[in-house]
């Protein structure tokens, strides 16, 4: 379901019974609960009880805890929000349409809502009397308790693995809330099942046991330094960009020193400014460490600087974590996406504005960037303003709430909306290409690719390329490389122009040849034994300088493209780009995406510089292809052509482009690949439900100004999307509900 996927940027809420009390003592005696005898929960139980935080149930005349009954959501929200002490109000109304005023639970839900421990689900309900799950509960613990990472206490789960809530769970097992069984020497956690009140009370304890005097809180270990009202001398203070806080760029300000917390709950008279710089991050929200994280390709990212305004709270009650994207997204793709999944929280405190501030130098693309943040009620991306300082690195973003936010690639997100446009001509699809082969002839082929099989490759895509033999004919003229010797010179190219009879709709292909330089072998041509002519003088000889192909291929399109076809660009090389990559660099593909250039990579060998390959197809809207040996060449030139073709060959009502080029676009602009072939493709994870079945119909929307970072060309267009998604198509664990 997309909500589990996604359900980790904001979590459902959990609860525990009506039977429970309200903490009334720090010591309370026990009874003898004649279902805890031989019980495994039964000193965990005792603890609760002897706290005041659970009292039992009187059946028979005798004290009971029922330890295997399932606990309801709402009766272990009262159970944590008693354990907490947080506050209670007589409710006004109810924030979640399905829990009435008269419901027990209410003033314990508003509360749990109101610290931001839970947000309830998609639909605006809250389940109050549903069963809460194991994962559930694990969630809410991690929430409620500000908890992070302990390092050196893993615990890998063999069933939690793609689960929504797997972050959570993990952050839960290493600070020894939850265990598991171990069956065959493999741990499982049983993320779905129904936790019972044992289980729920358990969870509880352990952590509970963990703030006791002697033991470590891992909240505590470290003392925060007290944000002035003002900022130290010697710094910003701003909220624009670069550090702020009592932090100099050279992280060694004396005024930096940690001193006492401010007051744990400030009233209205007492909120504050908060100003933190890089130091003051590490010896308070960072527990000793930097705040820092990278996405699953190593971009790196690391909070540098936090102002709120207005703030209710203490420095205890702020929560910066950066998770990596899949433990967040699951399977679906967010375009663009660059660096980590910022979680933020203030533990439901409140303050008027807060802007975070990261060190994003690192980033290639980081002029670019854009924060945004999953607006759970629209279910949309929303972006941010957003500041970058070119002197200092940083780029900063500020927000009003609570969320889990993300650092977009701009211009990576509009081609995604790009290569979904619908209505191209006349409603209907482009249906003929131009292809350019940008093929790498540096000298290292003569290692990576000794036969020549690249020429080969392309040759046979050449004469696959295709027509409409119903058109009528027309006369193109072609710019060809022609080898001629002389005397005085040796070999040299000349490059006379061609003509030949084409059939006016079909597909064309050029050939650009690359090494420390590149050069166009054979303008853009429907007439196959040109192209192929052009193909062998490719040679093996120079350095590698991936964006001088890049750039000469849009030197071609804007010289010879024709705007009535797509324009698809399929770059090959075995090696790492000699050449440092400069802003003109990046510039090159801005412009290549705007004039709707795509363009596949493909890297041969391990030794191919595969970071920059799958920058330059992300963020023109392709896709990269690592390719073993020069043997594996022709299949995957193969496979990459047949993709970029708007088909359905497996007839299952979905565009192969989209089920393995483009991705499938839900509304929000996250994408679903499937990597089954498309001729057999129509229930790829093998669950029973086609493709379709889960994906939905696809509907045309138009882009509206909201969806897109400021000044888009694309707001108004109309794009191809999945609206009626059900479940993921590449998962048989997650089936459409009736």
Do not use: C
Request: charged share 25%.
């Amino acid at each position: 379901m997309l909500r589990k996927v996604i359900a980790a940027v904001s979590i459902a809420s959990l609860v525990f019974g009506s039977s429970l009390s309200s903490i009334a003592a720090a010591d309370n005696p026990v009874p003898a609960f004649d279902d805890l005898k031989n019980h495994w929960s039964k000193n965990e139980v005792e603890y609760l009880v002897q706290k005041g935080i659970v009292d039992g149930v009187i059946q028979n005349g005798q004290p009971v805890i029922l330890p295997e009954q399932s606990i309801t959501r709402a009766e272990y929200i009262k159970l944590l929000v008693s354990a907490r002490q947080a506050k209670l109000n007589e409710a006004a109304g109810s924030s979640f349409q399905d829990v009435a005023s008269s419901h027990w639970a209410l003033k314990y839900i508003e509360a749990a809502k109101a610290n931001g421990w839970t947000d309830g689900y998609e639909d605006g309900t809250f389940k109050p009397d549903s069963k809460i799950s194991r994962a559930e509960i694990a969630v809410l613990m991690v929430r409620s308790y500000n908890l992070r990472m302990q390092e050196g206490n893993p615990v890998v789960f063999e069933d939690t693995a793609g689960h929504w809530a797997n972050h959570y769970v993990n952050i839960a097992a290493s600070n020894k809330i939850v265990e598991g069984d171990t069956v065959n020497g493999k741990r499982f956690f049983y993320p779905e099942k129904a936790a019972t009140r044992a289980e729920g009370m358990a969870m509880l304890t352990r952590y509970l046991k963990t703030t006791e005097t002697g033991a470590k809180d891992p909240k505590k270990e470290t003392p925060a330094p007290a944000p002035s009202p003002t900022p130290a001398p010697g710094t910003s203070g701003t909220t624009s960009g670069g550090s702020s806080g009592s932090d100099s760029s050279s992280g060694s300000d004396s005024d930096s020193t940690p001193s006492p917390n401010p007051k744990p709950n400030p009233g209205p008279e007492d909120k504050q400014k908060i100003s933190l710089g890089p130091e003051d991050i590490k010896h308070t929200i960072g527990k000793g460490q930097p705040v820092e994280g990278t996405d699953e390709l190593n971009n790196k990212i690391a909070l540098v600087g936090l102002d709120l305004s207005s703030f209710s709270g203490s420095l205890s009650d702020i929560l910066v974590d950066l998770v990596k994207p899949n433990t967040v997204f699951g399977q679906l793709s967010v375009p663009g996406l660059t660096g980590p999944v910022i979680e933020f929280s203030t533990s439901g405190k409140t303050f008027a504005s807060g802007t975070l501030t990261f060190n994003v130098s690192g980033l290639s693309n980081k002029q670019s960037l854009a924060a945004a943040y999953y607006n759970e009620t629209t279910k949309r991306f929303e972006f941010l303003p957003t500041a970058y300082n070119a002197d200092q690195g940083t780029l900063s973003f500020t927000t009003t709430h609570n969320s889990k936010y993300v650092l977009i690639d701009k211009k990576s997100w509009e081609q995604t909306f790009r290569a979904h446009l619908s209505t191209v001509v006349d409603g209907t699809y482009k249906p003929y290409i131009d292809f350019a082969f940008i093929i790498d002839s540096s000298g290292s082929m003569r290692d990576t690719d000794p036969k020549n099989l690249r020429k080969t490759a392309v040759t046979s895509l050449v004469y696959g390329l295709k027509y409409n033999a119903a058109s009528p004919l027309k006369t193109e003229t072609v710019t060809v490389a022609q080898s001629v010797y002389e005397e005085e010179k040796g070999y040299y190219f000349e490059y006379p122009t061609v003509t030949n009879q084409v059939y006016s709709l079909s597909d064309r292909a050029a050939i650009i040849d690359f090494d420390t330089e590149a050069r166009t072998y054979a303008t853009f041509s429907a007439h196959s034994s040109t192209v192929t002519g052009a193909v062998y003088h490719i040679d093996s000889d120079g350095g590698t300088n991936i964006f001088a192909g890049v750039r000469e291929a849009v030197r071609l399109y804007d010289t010879y493209g024709d705007n009535g076809q797509r324009k698809i660009a399929l770059l090959l090389t075995d090696g790492q780009n000699n050449f440092a990559t400069t802003p003109d660099d990046l510039n090159v593909l801005k412009e290549a995406f705007e004039k709707g250039i795509t363009i596949i990579t493909m890297g041969l060998s391990k030794d191919a510089d595969i970071s920059l390959l799958k920058q330059i197809a992300e963020y023109t809207g392709g896709m990269y292809f690592q390719v073993q040996t020069a043997e594996d060449l022709e299949a995957y030139f193969k496979s990459a052509l047949e993709n970029s073709y708007h088909e359905d060959k497996d007839k299952d009502g979905l565009d192969d482009f989209y089920e393995k080029t483009a991705g499938m676009m839900l509304e929000n602009g996250m994408l679903i690949r499937t990597s089954t072939d498309p001729l057999t493709g129509k229930d790829t994870d093998g669950d029973g439900f086609t493709d379709l079945e889960e994906m939905g119909e696809p509907v045309d929307m138009v882009i509206t100004a909201d969806m897109m970072p400021e000044g888009s060309a694309l707001v108004g267009q109309t794009v191809k999307v999945f609206k009626n998604f059900k479940s993921l198509p590449i998962d048989k664990n997650d089936v459409p509900k009736p």
